[in-house]
């Protein structure tokens, strides 16, 4: 798994580029935004670790750059208690966060969580198909009545979820394990904010086709007309 780091420290950078390698990932680190963008669009990476706060340019911008032209996975790196960058960056795409400082534990941990798509052990299960659309799981890519349209890696995936789940209501600790590698805390919105997404991205591909129910009190439920 190929992981692409762009933050300015190059220190604390190359110091969690070699960690990252002794856990078995490839690293390699890019320190400033333009650069960032230009090796996270050039197809030799599977992830990027992206900071917010850079000189010469916000990571955020360069999360929105990408995802006009990419789904490649992103975690944000954030600062402390800033909860405004963190929802703003999983508006945009971002597929996680994580707050500085960090354990590199947490964060290898978390990389593998967004690069680890769901339905990998039970790849045989049942999945039910709306008319009109077309899912293909190892290609990555889905459309609407021949169309295709944009998600991001974790949005794909929880789509892939709910189709899995058909009629039974996927629960809020279920999309977090499964696509973020950690329980569901109540004061954490990161999996409100890439259904809200995802709903929308669905609303304007399908016209109200195809649409994410909210079963209050436990989770959501893919349904179609």
Do not use: C
Not at 37 to 54: E, H
Not at 59 to 70: K, T
Not at 73 to 80: D, E, F, H, I, S
Not at 183 to 206: F, G, M, P, W
């Amino acid at each position: 798994m190929r992981i692409l780091l762009v933050d300015d420290d190059v220190e604390q950078t190359s110091m969690l580029a070699e960690y990252l390698v002794g856990e078995g990932f490839s690293a390699r680190a890019v320190y400033t935004p333009a650069d960032g963008l230009a090796q996270a669009l050039s197809g030799q990476d599977d992830a990027v670790l992206l900071d917010v706060m850079m000189p010469g340019g916000s990571g955020l911008d360069v999360l929105r750059a990408i995802r006009a032209q990419s789904d490649i996975p992103v975690v944000m790196l954030t600062a402390k208690g800033n909860d405004t960058e963190r929802v703003v960056g999983l508006e945009l795409g971002a597929d996680d966060y994580i707050t500085k400082p960090y354990y590199p534990q947490e964060l290898a941990a978390r990389l593998r969580a967004v690069l680890r798509r769901p339905g990998r052990a039970d790849h045989r299960a049942e999945r039910a198909t709306p008319p009109g659309l077309a899912f293909d799981a190892g290609r990555r890519r889905v459309e609407w009545r021949g169309r295709p349209f944009n998600l991001t890696a974790t949005e794909f995936n929880m789509l892939e979820m709910l189709l899995r789940g058909s009629e039974r209501v996927t629960t809020k600790d279920e999309l977090s394990l499964r696509l973020l590698g950690r329980r569901h805390e109540t004061y954490d919105r990161s999996i409100d904010v890439h259904v809200s997404n995802l709903r929308l991205k669905l609303q304007q591909a399908t016209d109200g086709a195809l649409r994410i129910d909210t079963v209050r009190g436990v989770g959501w439920r893919l349904s179609w007309s």
